[in-house]
């Protein structure tokens, strides 16, 4: 057995020496090859389906590129009903302004939870996690809600989430152990208080684990229609485009509506399939609009909590 795996393990390594690679590289390129076109394709198909004229999306079949021209027309139709525009802006609004608040508000509590020294800072840790594992329950934080006027506003969508108690950890940890302590007393030698040395030090030192943080909480708060559905519902000017995407794929009236619009702008009566996936491009595009931007950050603050020597 020992003399097969050395003569196994020789020619792997004549393989490489020859070719610069063997056939366990070739099995692992052609495995996450075939792996992330399996993943792609559907995404491809959605968008596919979504520019492809009317007259060739009935024909039905696989679509590998959009025959017979680009075609707008579904997207046309979603701009042109107002409900979707609206729709767009509050989830827009909604998810710059709730990002930009709980990432402020996470993370300057997260920096004074960190400084174990400070009097009130340990129990005050252990009542933040606790009520990761222990909620009010629907009915209390309804009636909460109302008590301090939250229920069918803008803020009940906004405000709830200021707090995020997972990626509160996360900054908790990342503060306590991956930011050097010695520039922290060089800035208080410098004369800067706590409140400088977060804005002028800490943040900046933090930018990976902000932007992966940050991008985390946007698309929570990009694909959020429960804080509408359970707290507002009967106000359409502030449902979020989540919840529109949600009513497109299974309310049929929502569909009847949108076609019946289709028809009275002259517009050929699209099928309800393009029009659901010319949607949830829409919905997917803003999000993937921002990753390019993040992208030098995202790929090392992903790897927060890992193991460090």
Same mark, same amino acid.
């Given at each position: 057995?020992?003399r097969?795996?050395?003569?196994?393990?020789?020619?792997?390594?004549?393989?490489?020496?020859?070719?610069?690679?063997?056939?366990?590289?070739?099995?692992v390129?052609?495995?996450?090859?075939?792996?992330?076109?399996?993943?792609?394709?559907?995404?491809?198909?959605?968008?596919?389906?979504s520019?492809t004229?009317?007259?060739?999306?009935?024909?039905?079949?696989?679509?590998?590129?959009?025959?017979?021209?680009?075609?707008?027309?579904?997207?046309?139709m979603?701009?042109?009903?107002?409900?979707?525009?609206?729709?767009?802006?509050? $989830?827009?609004?909604?998810?710059?302004?709730?990002?930009? +608040?709980? &990432? !402020?508000?996470?993370? =300057? #509590?997260?920096? /004074?939870? $960190?400084?174990?020294y400070?009097?009130?800072?340990?129990? +005050?840790? &252990? !009542?933040?996690?606790? =009520? #990761?594992?222990f /909620?009010?329950?629907?009915?209390p934080?309804?009636?909460?809600?109302?008590?301090?006027? !939250?229920?069918?506003?803008?803020?009940?969508?906004?405000?709830?989430?200021?707090?995020?108690?997972?990626y509160?950890?996360?900054?908790?940890?990342?503060?306590?152990?991956?930011?050097?302590k010695?520039?922290?007393?060089?800035?208080?030698?410098?004369?800067?208080?706590?409140i400088?040395?977060?804005?002028?030090?800490?943040?900046?030192?933090?930018?990976?684990m902000?932007?992966?943080?940050?991008?985390?909480?946007?698309?929570?708060?990009?694909?959020?229609?429960?804080?509408?559905?359970?707290?507002?519902?009967?106000?359409p000017?502030?449902?979020?485009?989540?919840?529109?995407?949600?009513?497109?794929?299974?309310?049929?009236?929502?569909?009847?509506?949108l076609?019946?619009?289709a028809?009275?702008?002259?517009?050929?009566?699209p099928?309800?399939?393009?029009?659901?996936?010319a949607?949830?491009?829409c919905?997917?595009?803003?999000?993937?609009?921002?990753?390019?931007?993040?992208?030098?950050?995202f790929?090392?603050?992903?790897?927060?909590?890992?193991?460090?020597?």
């Amino acid at each position: 057995m020992d003399r097969e795996r050395v003569r196994s393990a020789t020619l792997r390594r004549s393989l490489r020496q020859r070719f610069g690679f063997n056939f366990y590289d070739i099995f692992v390129v052609v495995f996450c090859v075939s792996f992330a076109v399996i993943c792609f394709y559907p995404m491809w198909y959605v968008l596919v389906a979504s520019v492809t004229p009317y007259e060739e999306f009935v024909k039905g079949g696989i679509l590998l590129w959009p025959t017979g021209g680009i075609d707008l027309q579904y997207y046309k139709m979603i701009f042109s009903n107002s409900s979707f525009v609206t729709s767009l802006w509050i $989830s827009a609004s909604k998810t710059v302004v709730g990002t930009a +608040l709980s &990432v !402020l508000v996470t993370s =300057t #509590m997260a920096y /004074a939870v $960190s400084k174990e020294y400070v009097p009130g800072m340990k129990p +005050l840790n &252990v !009542l933040t996690v606790f =009520t #990761m594992f222990f /909620a009010g329950g629907l009915i209390p934080t309804y009636m909460l809600y109302m008590d301090i006027h !939250l229920i069918r506003t803008y803020w009940v969508m906004v405000l709830p989430y200021g707090l995020s108690i997972t990626y509160f950890i996360i900054m908790r940890n990342y503060f306590s152990y991956s930011v050097p302590k010695e520039l922290e007393d060089a800035a208080r030698i410098d004369g800067c208080n706590d409140i400088r040395v977060f804005f002028r030090v800490i943040l900046p030192l933090s930018k990976p684990m902000l932007a992966a943080v940050g991008l985390f909480i946007a698309v929570g708060f990009w694909n959020d229609y429960y804080s509408y559905m359970m707290y507002i519902a009967n106000k359409p000017k502030l449902q979020p485009f989540a919840w529109v995407l949600r009513r497109v794929l299974t309310d049929t009236s929502m569909m009847s509506q949108l076609r019946s619009g289709a028809l009275s702008v002259g517009a050929q009566l699209p099928p309800p399939m393009a029009l659901r996936m010319a949607t949830i491009i829409c919905a997917m595009l803003p999000i993937m609009c921002v990753y390019p931007f993040l992208q030098k950050h995202f790929a090392k603050g992903v790897l927060i909590g890992a193991v460090k020597e």
